[in-house]
């Protein structure tokens, strides 16, 4: 049991800043004497152990992570913050997170007393399995997309009422893709089908486009590789539909010549002149 009141002690002691208020101080003393009633066997004591370094985590990757921010914070290092299984300062670098990386307190997190030991993402593409599908508010490329996935008229009928554009104006679509039409080095043109179909398959390999509702949240860790990665394929993430936006205008300029590219694509993995 001393050993464990040590170790508290010990970490409570880094984090206290010079000129902390009183009302931090007695906190800090209540704290203490809330670990020391609560610790009455080796079971509880570890489980508190755990909790305060798991919170000094949260410490070390703010200091590290936005340092301008953390000298100039004044949130308490023991007050309970909005999220009150942790303190005013952790909850201040969840909110630097969610404002300057990625967000983070939205969607899975709605309950003050969720607990952030991990963290999930909210997807940012469609959910084709779970979601009512609205083709007229979806961009027309994406729908596109949809030609290889929903093998009823529905779609065809969108591209006949849209464009006036009728199966047989296409060619016939292949059961399986062709798998060149998943491979990284494509050519100018194919590289654009190929992004547009990896988006509409959920297979970008980027966490924001892939995951979906359906299926169990992947839970990520606190530490800054982990971090920096999300925020650089949340922000790519964005840059994949501003390639429906290209696609878009492509279409919109020739519907048949663009479908019927995007159909010989699927079908042979390469473009074939048109």
Known sequence: MSNALTIRAAFASKTILSGRSFGDGLLRSLEYLGFKARSHNVA??????????????KYALYKEMFPEEWKRSSASLYRAGTYTRYSERVNEFFELVNKT?????????????????QFAIMPHNFDLCCEEIDFESMRVSYVAGLLFYFRDDEVLEF????????????????RSPHPNVWNKKQNRTTGAYS????????STGNPWLDFTQCQYPDLFDWDRKTIEMLTETYRAAG?????????DE???RDPQQFLSELVEFWNTGRRAPI
Not at 44 to 57: F, G, I, M, N
Not at 101 to 117: H, K, M, S, T, V
Not at 159 to 174: Q, T
Not at 239 to 247: G, I
């Open 159 to 174: 591209f006949e009422e849209k464009f006036g554009l009728l199966a047989k104006d296409l060619p016939e679509i292949a």
């Open 239 to 247: 840059n994949e539909f501003k390639n429906l936006e290209v696609l």
């Open 195 to 202: 992004r547009l179909l990896k988006l509409v398959d959920h």
């Open 101 to 117: 990386c990625f967000p983070l307190l939205e969607y899975w997190y709605d309950d003050p007393e969720q607990g952030f030991e």
């Open 44 to 57: 509880a004591a570890c489980d508190t152990v755990s909790r305060v370094l798991s919170e000094q985590q």
């Open 250 to 252: 492509r279409l919109e």
